[in-house]
């Protein structure tokens, strides 16, 4: 079984070759090897995880080096189950670019990007999960960045140029700081490899030892978004298509509180800075869900709440007790489900309605109500309404701050129920305002083509202005013109065409989602199990060193 734990990052790179290969020319190759992939991919990770809950860690060494001088890949309960709930959104995602029509540039470029890009992300989040080492980290978070980049400037337009430039200069300079780290620990301990370092951390001068930590945590903190360390986030995401931001709102911030995870627990003991943990988190909620109670867009409402359910995970990881672990866990494999499921949700309004923008849209639990559905349940799993996996896991969480009896505990606690009330009261909002409330005398009209609200430049302003038949008096660009057919260049940035016949594949994939959040639920018993002894194997650290070296 241990041969299988590469697999995951192996295949989505091999089929990024082939996907190059095909390229244009047989696009609906390019596709299906993306859907075949990404489904292996899925059943690899569920039998990963399976083998690692029942045997316990599996390791690979890599041209069969030993550590530190080889490559170590590491599945057990944790990486198991991030591997898993990772592998089915991203084939969500998918199925959902797919039915948008979303093969990227076609007739403009000699090569479709999309597919290959896609599957060097998906590459890149599952090399991080089973990095067994600092340096593979680091590689796992260099593979997301460079197909991160490519997906968020996909269509060149200027908003996304200039929201991508922002998120890798980001990147780059928290790369910086983990290389340095990553210096700093080899200099101090002479390895980098996580097993190893569980030992010898321990025997360095305290100084040195909250040194790293501190610069490890401030770069999974700009990974993960949280607050003060988040500005870049709202800015950044809510100018891409739906598909895209919906697996970087789903994944690519878990993937910081996934490695903050795993290093506080392996390598740091004692908890030495889980009071800043606690204070960042406690901003991370209250600010987060300020700024979303603030927003009239539904995308950069979803991102600030994103912000604010990070604090959640923080607050789990700053607790530092198994109870605390586990609901932590359970909260990110939720989040990543229900956060994915919202932005794709937005997607669909965005096709339905011509714009995210919620003060121009309404009438929608009428119009569309399958659509209205698809959006109530995550929204209420994200706010936390009972019996949802959204109320376990915070449940989880408050639990086991209560159990603490901290002052900063209790604090969490307060700020966590505040938090939820607020994320009531948000996604209550977008409801009244997009769903229940009649539609407004600006909305667009059924097959009008809409310029992209990310597509507005400046140097257009001069431009005499057109109506959009249907919406009344707002101006609009000369190229806005009734359309006979819908056309997915929201990709490309080119043009929205609203449709009240929204294509099957997007609402089956969103429907998809919204199963895989609902089945948490159902099947909390098991899920919340397996938390508990993901968070056990995490405490007791010996069984992940023993896999690695052997004794």
């Not at 060097?120 to 260099?142: P, Q």
């Not at 714009?355 to 929204?379: D, W």
Request: glycine share 10%.
């Amino acid at each position: 079984m241990n041969a299988l734990v590469p697999l995951p990052v192996l295949l989505p790179l091999c089929a990024t070759g082939l996907s190059l290969a095909f390229g244009t020319r047989l696009k609906q190759v390019q596709r299906l090897i993306s859907v075949a992939v990404l489904t292996a991919v899925l059943g690899l990770s569920l039998t990963l995880m399976i083998v690692a809950d029942t045997r316990g860690p599996l390791t690979v060494h890599l041209g069969d080096f030993a550590p530190p001088l080889g490559i170590t890949l590491v599945a057990d309960r944790l990486s198991g189950l991030m591997l898993t709930v990772s592998s089915a959104v991203t084939l969500c995602v998918l199925v959902y670019s797919l039915g948008q029509g979303m093969a990227d540039r076609d007739e403009e470029t000699p090569v479709a990007v999309f597919h290959p890009a896609y599957l060097i992300l998906v590459a890149g989040v599952s090399c991080t999960f089973l990095a067994g080492d600092l340096v593979n980290l680091y590689v796992g978070f260099e593979i997301m960045l460079v197909a991160s980049f490519v997906l968020l400037t996909l269509g060149g337009t200027g908003p996304r140029v200039r929201a991508g430039s922002t998120y890798v200069i980001i990147s780059l300079f928290s790369s910086m700081l983990f290389l340095t780290a990553i210096a700093m620990t080899y200099a101090a301990t002479g390895t980098a490899n996580f097993a190893q370092l569980a030992g010898r951390l321990a025997e360095l001068p305290l100084g040195v030892q909250t040194s790293i930590q501190a610069m490890l945590l401030t770069v999974f903190a700009i990974k993960a978004a949280v607050f003060p360390l988040a500005a870049w986030l709202p800015d950044s995401y809510p100018t891409t298509p739906a598909p895209v931001t919906a697996v970087f709102a789903g994944l690519l911030t878990k993937v910081g509180v996934y490695s903050m995870l795993r290093t506080e627990t392996l390598l740091f003991t004692g908890n030495r800075l889980g009071d800043l943990l606690m204070a960042a988190a406690l901003a991370s909620m209250v600010v987060g869900i300020l700024g979303a109670v603030a927003q009239t867009d539904l995308k950069r409402l979803l991102s600030f709440t994103l912000i604010s359910h990070i604090g959640y995970m923080v607050f789990g990881i700053g607790l530092a007790t198994r109870d605390a672990y586990g609901g932590a866990i359970v909260y990110v494999a939720h989040h990543i489900t229900v956060q994915t499921t919202l932005f794709l949700v937005a997607g669909l309004i965005e096709r339905r309605g011509g714009t995210t923008e919620l003060t121009r849209i309404g009438g929608l639990a009428k119009a569309a109500p399958l659509l209205a559905v698809l959006f109530f349940v995550p929204a209420m799993n994200l706010a936390g309404i009972p019996p949802l996996s959204g109320f376990i896991g915070k449940l989880g969480l408050m639990r086991a701050g209560v159990a603490d009896g901290s002052a900063w505990a209790w604090i969490l606690v307060t700020g966590s129920a505040v938090a939820s009330l607020l994320t009531l009261y948000v996604v209550a909002k977008v409801w009244n305002l997009a769903f229940w409330r009649a539609a407004p005398p600006g909305q667009a009209a059924d097959g009008t083509v809409l310029e992209s609200d990310s597509d507005e430049e400046d140097d257009d302003a001069d431009e005499g202005p057109d109506r959009i038949p249907g919406t009344g008096d707002e101006p609009v660009h000369p190229r806005h013109q009734p359309a006979g057919r819908a056309v997915a260049a929201t990709l490309h940035g080119h043009a929205v065409t609203t449709t009240t016949k929204l294509p099957r594949p997007m609402t089956a994939a969103t429907a998809a989602a919204v199963a895989l959040g609902l089945a948490f639920t159902v099947f909390a018993g098991p899920l919340t199990s397996y938390t508990d002894r993901a968070a056990a194997e995490l405490v007791a650290r010996a069984p992940y060193v023993q896999a690695v070296l052997g004794r």
